[in-house]
T-cell receptor, first 114, second 112 residues
Framework: DGGITQSPKYLFRKEGQNVTLSCEQN?????MYWYRQDPGQGLRLIYY???????QKGDIAEGYSVSREKKESFPLTVTSAQKNPTAFYLC?????????????FGPGTRLTVL | GQQLNQSPQSMFIQEGEDVSMNCTSS?????WLWYKQDPGEGPVLLIA?????ELTSNGRLTAQFGITRKDSFLNISASIPSDVGIYFC????????????FGGGTRLMVKP
């Protein structure tokens, strides 16, 4: 069945380590997005990609990096430069600018840095 | 970036009551979206609104795209315990790369 998958569901890392969060979609969507959610807060955009091999910074890109080598995949790396990485990370995808472009979300990854 | 003011921040209601929440913006949007998020899960799209003045229903949910394009509301009729969660509004502007701007969320609690 079609959808967006994120793995793992929970992730623990030591301070100073880089960590990569996976996001895969089989919806044939062109655009993919990464958001960060802190407790009791709304969603803030980290990075987005509207087409393969292209991506743009969102509102809070510092300390994060992404790649978009395949249409289906948009991994997010949380680097040691991110000062407060503990958060709930959400990946989303959409058809892209050619359609109404509604975003659909994956189940999220909760990252805890110890 | 743009800010969406979503209110109320939280609501604690009795099962069977109707619920109303809204979002306002200082800027216009082309699309308004309403999502529901259960604890530890990703947001699920409830209703999408594409035209100013549009009123759309999805079961017990009704949402409207304000005439000024700067606001939207979501109503839930006859609430049930599974309505518990956080409801987010999001505005989308086509000439800004279709990015979404999210409200801060309304946490709904339903007492059986």
């Amino acid at each position: 069945d079609g959808g967006i998958t994120q793995s793992p569901k929970y992730l623990f890392r030591k301070e100073g380590q880089n960590v990569t969060l996976s996001c895969e979609q089989n919806l044939n969507h062109d655009a993919m997005y990464w958001y960060r959610q802190d407790p009791g807060q709304g969603l803030r955009l980290i990075y987005y990609s509207q087409i393969v091999n292209d991506f743009q910074k969102g509102d809070i890109a510092e300390g994060y990096s992404v790649s978009r080598e395949k249409k289906e995949s948009f991994p997010l790396t949380v680097t040691s430069a991110q000062k407060n990485p503990t958060a709930f990370y959400l990946c989303a995808s959409s058809i892209g600018p050619r359609g109404t472009d509604t975003q659909y979300f994956g189940p999220g990854t909760r990252l805890t840095v110890l | 970036g743009q800010q969406l003011n979503q209110s109320p921040q939280s609501m604690f209601i009795q099962e069977g009551e109707d619920v109303s929440m809204n979002c306002t913006s200082s800027s216009i949007f082309n699309t308004w979206l309403w999502y529901k998020q259960d604890p530890g899960e990703g947001p699920v799209l409830l209703i999408a609104l594409y035209k100013a003045g549009e009123l759309t229903s999805n079961g017990r949910l009704t949402a409207q795209f304000g005439i000024t394009r700067k606001d939207s509301f979501l109503n839930i009729s006859a609430s049930i315990p599974s309505d518990v969660g956080i409801y987010f509004c999001a505005g989308q502007l086509r000439n800004a790369g279709n990015m979404l701007t999210f409200g801060g969320g309304t946490r709904l609690m339903v007492k059986p």
